[in-house]
């Protein structure tokens, strides 16, 4: 049953995710459950046959007027990330939930296997190894990584309860793994330690635990900083953790070009040009100045791009802002797409929206197809979300900006004030504007 709040109309999403009391300069939400606009939970299982078929088209017209109720956010966003096909029937999402559930089990297993913290309710937060996959032995550094605060028992073997015995040495990859331990446990013990979830230790272990497995399967991007921000909310979202780590991986199949490093560049760094290229077109003046004061890199924006504005807004904000951003650029079609492209899915981008009726895709995606998408696949919405940032704040950089330490400052003044809804549709305006320019010869 809904619960009664739901009957009055512009709920704060606050009131959802409790935080904690002693945090009083956490950004509030503008984001307000609305009757009649917000997805609610009658509509969302109105949209299914009985058989399970989902009805996508409507759904995603309510998602984009008015957001998600946040009772039903984790299970619509199982279908906006791509993790079940809105065609299959119930059955057929069962059969893939059970089976993915005892493949993240099987990789949990093997993770710990190599390193009995995984799994223990323990969060490392100092190094396992040495570069070389020696095992440390420093009795302080022993009791930093792995200080009093397990759920179960400590682990039985000896690399999690104290001094290692000598062991055979370790292969390269799995020494990698070992070496990202620690920082995804400092990472874990800062991410949304506002909100009262993370006050239980069971559920900062459940985030340890998923971003540990994550850095084994994904052995070409690992884990980086920033991916805790973008998984804790699969965390809140969905009970259980397996169900929550296949959401972070098919999220993470959209950004991980972001993370991906070489000795040469960035993966963010393509946004950032894109970001570019973008404000060029849009506001030529803009791109002037900011390139006169150094910023043609757009470097200042890297943030935005890496979290997907989690620090600039409140953590229901966040959560409504991707939601909306998910809804636009939807295809039903990402289901199949990253089935069968395994990890990586640059290459799957570029058959996006071709060949199929556009009445089930998201309005930003009904546009690229309409204006014909690039071979290589058409920009994602988020770099004109940024791009509708720094137009709106046009003007004031142009004015004030007179060095780029005042570009970031600007730039930071959004935090608690940006609005998640005119944000998107700001980035909607620009992506027409952008499209209809780009064309001319």
């Given amino acids: 049953m809904l619960p009664s709040m739901w009957k009055d109309s512009g709920i704060p999403a ?46 995603l017209g309510r ?33 893939i939930r059970q089976k993915r559930r005892i493949q993240y089990m099987r990789w949990k297993q093997e993770c710990k296997e190599m390193d009995g913290h995984v799994g223990s309710g323990i969060i490392v937060t100092a190094p396992l190894v040495t570069e070389d ?11 930093q990584s792995a200080p009093s605060q397990a759920i179960h028992e400590t682990p039985s073997n000896s690399d999690a309860a104290g001094p290692a015995k000598s062991q055979p040495p370790l292969e390269k990859p799995v020494i990698d793994w070992k070496l990202t331990l620690h920082q995804i446990g400092l990472d874990v013990l800062r991410t949304d330690r506002t909100l009262v979830f993370y006050e239980s230790k069971e559920n900062l272990s459940k985030l340890w635990d998923i971003l540990a497995v994550y ?22 979202l969905l009970d259980d953790e397996a169900d929550a780590f296949w959401a972070f991986e098919r999220l993470m199949r959209r950004l991980r070009g972001n993370f991906r490093c070489t000795e040469r560049s960035v993966g963010v760094e393509n946004q950032l040009q894109s970001l570019a290229s973008i404000t060029q077109v849009v506001d030529p003046k803009l791109h002037q100045h900011l390139d006169a004061l150094g910023g043609g890199d757009y470097l200042f924006a890297f943030r935005m791009f890496m979290v997907l504005f989690r620090r600039e807004l409140s953590f229901g904000d966040s959560l409504y802002l991707w939601e909306m951003m998910w809804a636009l650029e939807y295809d039903p079609d990402i289901f199949s797409m990253y089935e069968e492209s395994g990890v990586s899915t640059e290459k799957a981008e570029g058959s996006k929206g ?7 895709l998201g309005k930003f995606e009904r546009e690229n197809v309409k204006n014909g998408a690039k071979s ?13 940032v720094l137009k709106d704040k046009s003007a ?4 004030e900006a007179r060095g780029i330490d ?20 700001g980035a909607m305006k620009l992506h027409k504007k952008y499209l209809k320019k780009a064309k001319k010869p």
């Fill in 14 to 59: 606050d009131d959802f995710y409790q935080v904690r009391p002693e945090c009083t300069d956490v950004p509030k939400t503008k984001f307000k459950i609305r009757n009649g606009k917000t997805l609610s939970a009658r509509r969302w299982r109105a949209a299914f046959t009985p058989e399970g078929h989902l009805e996508m088209a409507t759904v």
């Fill in 63 to 95: 998602i984009q007027r008015g957001g998600i109720h946040p009772t039903i956010r984790g299970e619509v966003w199982e279908f906006l990330l791509g993790c079940y096909d809105p065609r299959s029937s119930f059955d057929d999402r069962e059969l």
């Fill in 133 to 143: 996959g020696q095992p440390i032995t420093d009795p302080l550094v022993l009791q």
């Fill in 215 to 236: 850095a084994w399967i994904d052995k070409d991007v690992g884990y980086c900083q920033g991916m805790s921000d973008l998984c804790s909310p699969m965390i809140i």
């Fill in 354 to 360: 071709k060949g199929k009726s556009t009445r089930q």
């Fill in 376 to 388: 290589d696949g058409p920009l994602p919405i988020s770099v004109f979300l940024v791009a509708s």
């Fill in 396 to 399: 004031k950089l142009m004015t």
């Fill in 406 to 425: 005042d570009v970031i400052k600007i730039l930071n003044d959004i935090t608690g004030n940006l609005d998640a809804k005119k944000a998107c549709s």
